[in-house]
């Protein structure tokens, strides 16, 4: 069975400072992982995507994560939070059953850029 | 652009009366999904349809029904809305085949209100 779990329900962060988002995983096979963002009121972004190719993934809006099979993590950063990125965070991993490939959710982190 | 458009951003309906939400999508994708997301948690999945073939998940109430009449539309019917039912209504694709089988593609979602 496949789970993942972000390991923050909310994180604050001034404007021009560093984020970090932490995501675990657990997968009997190797995974795919994605971060999605989701503005209030508003569909899920996809902004990276880790498919077992280069374990450093980048992604949109100056965001990246970084793929450590030996920490089953997938942890989301971005060097210099700006205001428009306050949002809630997922992230999920992909699983096949019955022949059809299914998201399992992360719990959410909400992100607080403070001015 | 191709996307995934959801009709209408917002619906209010009144307990009990029948109302459909609409998802289009452009990217000619083999598989559509929809999601209940309430406030503050993460998307849950309650079926979706590859091809013309239709998947309930096993917790998703009858009250919930989905329509697929061709490759870019699916609907998603709710036969007597309770107050429990109020929340965003997320549409979703993915190719489910290829390279990129597995990635999900989000409408803007319906934010539904039950009165």
């Known amino acids: 069975a496949q789970s993942v779990t972000q390991l923050d329900s909310h994180v604050s962060v001034s404007e021009g400072t560093p984020v970090l988002l932490r995501c675990n995983y657990s997968?009997?096979?190797?995974?795919?992982l994605f971060w999605y963002v989701q503005h209030p009121n508003k569909g899920l972004q996809l902004l990276l995507k880790y498919t077992s190719a280069a374990t450093l993934v980048k992604g949109i809006n100056g965001f990246e994560a970084e793929f450590k099979k030996s920490e089953t993590s997938f942890h989301l950063t971005k060097p210099s939070a700006h205001m428009s990125d306050a949002a809630e965070y997922f992230c999920?991993?992909?699983?096949?059953?019955?022949?059809?490939?299914?998201?399992?959710f992360g719990t959410g982190t909400r992100l607080k850029v403070l001015a | 652009d191709a996307m995934v458009i959801q009709n209408p951003r917002y619906q209010v309906t009144q307990f009990g009366k029948p109302v459909t939400l609409s998802c289009s999508q452009t990217l000619n994708h083999n598989v559509m999904y929809w999601y209940q997301q309430k406030s503050s948690q993460a998307p849950k999945l309650l079926f979706h349809?590859?091809?013309?073939?239709?998947?309930n998940e096993a917790d998703t109430p009858d009250n919930f029904q989905s329509r697929r009449p061709n490759t870019s539309f699916c609907f998603l019917d709710i036969r007597s809305p309770g107050l429990g039912d109020a929340a965003m209504y997320l549409c979703?694709?993915?190719?489910?085949?290829?390279?990129?089988?597995?990635?999900?593609?989000f409408g803007a979602g319906t934010r539904l209100s039950v009165l």
């Open positions: 999920v991993v992909s699983g096949l059953t019955s022949g059809t490939y299914k998201y399992i």
């Open positions: 979703a694709t993915s190719a489910g085949q290829g390279v990129i089988k597995n990635i999900q593609y």
């Open positions: 349809y590859y091809d013309k073939d239709f998947n």
């Open positions: 997968s009997s096979y190797s995974p795919s």
